[in-house]
């Protein structure tokens, strides 16, 4: 009795059954390959490719990041440092109290999963389809802010330079600024002159 019970639970195993599982292999094997004529010819990579960060700029050209730290928290790497320090009316590099006086990312710790960008609170930190990385030097693949911030778009004006008059921190959130004022743009020519006359 219990050799019928085996003999139904386990059938006799087929030629069929060995040969499944290398289907792929087989139905692989006679493609024509693909090659890509990396670095001559570049295929685009998708939209959403998680590639080297950006730091971003509000239309004026104040910076989205705030100081806040949630980016290097969230980082499982521990690939970003983050310092905030607090904005003045003199020195006012983003809309509110804090910016991001420091801003590290180690792309030798980095795996660009992307959890960083989804703790921003404002969108200050995205990342772009720049996937060339590799170099030949160690201190080099540690970027700096200057190395992650955003170009200056038509419109906007290099921080630092005061809010747009009127308007406050929630106003820039919300997509109210669109790009920077005459007085801002003023504001910056000024400064630039006084700093090119102290310079040596």
Known sequence: MAEQRESQTS???????GVKGFAV?????????VTEQYPFEKVPTAKRFHGRHQLNRHPDGLERCIGCELCAWACPADAIYVEGADNTEEERYSPGERYG??????????ILCGLCIEACPTRA????????????????????KEDLLGPLLPGMV????PMVEGMDDTDYYQGRVTRATDAQIRY???RAAAAHEVAP
Do not use: W
């Open 11 to 17: 059938p006799e195993p087929d030629f069929l059954s």
């Open 25 to 33: 292999t087989f139905g692989t094997m006679f493609r024509k390959p």
């Open 101 to 110: 006086r420091v801003y590290q990312i180690n792309y030798l710790r980095c």
């Open 125 to 144: 930190l995205t990342m772009t389809n720049e996937y060339e990385l590799a170099d030949d030097s160690r201190a080099d693949l540690i970027y700096e």
């Open 158 to 161: 290099e921080a630092p330079h």
């Open 188 to 190: 910056a020519a000024e």
